[in-house]
């Protein structure tokens, strides 16, 4: 896990330093005259700019959080600056500004290489910022890579994550009985089904995750969408000691990555509440029998340690004391449920099956499928 790998570790930092100053930076241009919603459907949509806004304000924010910005983004905040100092008005904000003098010059030696065309055929203010915007958060978006979970799209910006992972939540989203609910979602990654759950309201909702790289999408996302969601760096072990239970939990891909799924089963059922609900998702092998796979590499995932038939999920649930089990779906992960996408790096679904038979994982286990089950 990537919480025992340094590397990780210090560029999660990084990137962790370069998002507050976008989130700061957003904030400024929401409290100006512009005004940022937000559209959930199968995609999670943030769309921004009801107005034109005033340039000088633009130009001014982006010196701003340039100060604070560590090297490599401040490269491209210039550039971003470059673009927009093609126009004459801002020009002479830069001019005005005295602070920017550092962002001005660098401006002005990329004027006479770069290719103008954006900037030539934006000709309205709002327009500028809007593209401003999208490139800003384009840096971002890709400074926040992999996404594994989505999509998003973000001022423009499709983000096609890894996963869509619109169809697991097209399985769950009937099954949704959190209306005024308290409700969690263990292992939420970037919060993807937490934001798709908001429409359903819930009383409140709760995501636990490790992950502070997830935690930094989750925030980045946030920042635009403004909800009420709380994200705790925790994991699903931590639930044992948290002052809180739920009406309602979601505790999805996580199971075959624990190495006792049983206890964690008690442990999610302890959780609830009285009557309280779960579903959970889990790989599976097809059987007719109560046999668990324990592989040491399941699709190249040297994390996957318990892969029950359903005959055997059935009997770890009954052995956590839930009662009432019930299969909510059934769905073979295809190429476009997971697919290598730009907005990851590395290797996808087509990496981790056998190429003479996608059928097979790589190392000859039955391709992945899932089970969905509801119990309480
Ligand atoms: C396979 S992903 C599933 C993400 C999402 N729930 C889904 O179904 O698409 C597993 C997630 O569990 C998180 N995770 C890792 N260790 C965990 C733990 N101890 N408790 C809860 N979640 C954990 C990972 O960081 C990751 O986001």
């Not at 962790?16 to 930076?25: C, G, V, Y």
């Not at 089904?193 to 490790?210: D, N, Q, S, T, W």
């Not at 579903?279 to 046999?291: C, E, N, P, T, V």
Request: with cysteine; net charge positive.
């Amino acid at each position: 896990m990537f919480i025992h790998n340094n590397k990780k570790i210090i560029s999660q930092k990084i990137k962790a330093k370069n998002i507050a100053p976008l989130m700061e930076r957003i904030e400024f241009l929401r409290e100006q005259d512009l005004d940022c919603k937000i559209e959930i459907k199968d995609i999670i949509k943030i769309d921004s700019i009801q107005d034109s806004t005033n340039l000088d304000s633009t130009i001014e924010s982006i010196k701003l959080h340039s100060m604070n910005l560590n090297t490599d983004f401040t490269i491209k905040q210039d550039y971003a600056i470059s673009n927009k100092a093609q126009n004459s008005t801002l020009k002479d904000s830069v001019k005005r500004n005295p602070i920017t003098q550092v962002s001005k010059e660098s401006a002005i030696k990329n004027l006479a290489t770069q290719d103008s065309t954006i900037t030539q055929t934006l000709h309205k203010q709002n327009k500028q910022i809007k593209s401003s915007l999208y490139f800003e958060i384009k840096n971002l978006l890709l400074d926040l890579k992999p996404w594994r979970k989505g999509p998003f799209e973000i001022f423009s910006n499709l983000v096609k994550s890894e996963w869509n992972s619109s169809i697991k939540f097209n399985i769950l989203k009937n099954h949704l009985n959190i209306k005024d609910k308290v409700v969690a979602d263990i292992g939420c990654n970037n919060g993807y089904y937490m934001f798709r759950m908001l429409p359903f309201a819930p009383k409140e909702i709760i995501g636990f995750e490790p992950s502070a790289f997830y935690k930094c999408q989750f925030d980045f996302l946030n920042s635009f969408i403004k909800s009420e969601i709380k994200f705790e760096l925790l994991g699903l072990e931590d639930l044992e000691i948290y002052d809180k239970k739920f009406d309602f939990i979601t505790c999805l891909g996580v199971l075959y990555h624990r190495t006792n799924p049983i206890d964690c089963l008690k442990i999610l059922k302890n959780s609830l509440h009285k009557n309280g609900e779960i579903i959970i998702d889990s790989l599976f092998i097809d059987s007719d029998d109560d046999i668990v796979l324990s592989p040491l590499s399941y699709a190249k995932m040297k994390n996957v340690y318990f892969i029950p038939s359903i005959k055997a999920l059935k009997n770890w649930l009954n052995r956590a004391n839930f009662k009432n089990i019930e299969i909510i779906g059934i769905k073979k992960t295809d190429f476009s449920e997971q697919r290598q996408t730009e907005w990851i790096n590395g290797e996808s679904l087509n990496d981790f099956l056998n190429p003479n038979d996608i059928n097979k994982t790589i190392e000859g286990y039955p391709a992945p499928q899932r089970v969905y089950i509801k119990a309480s």
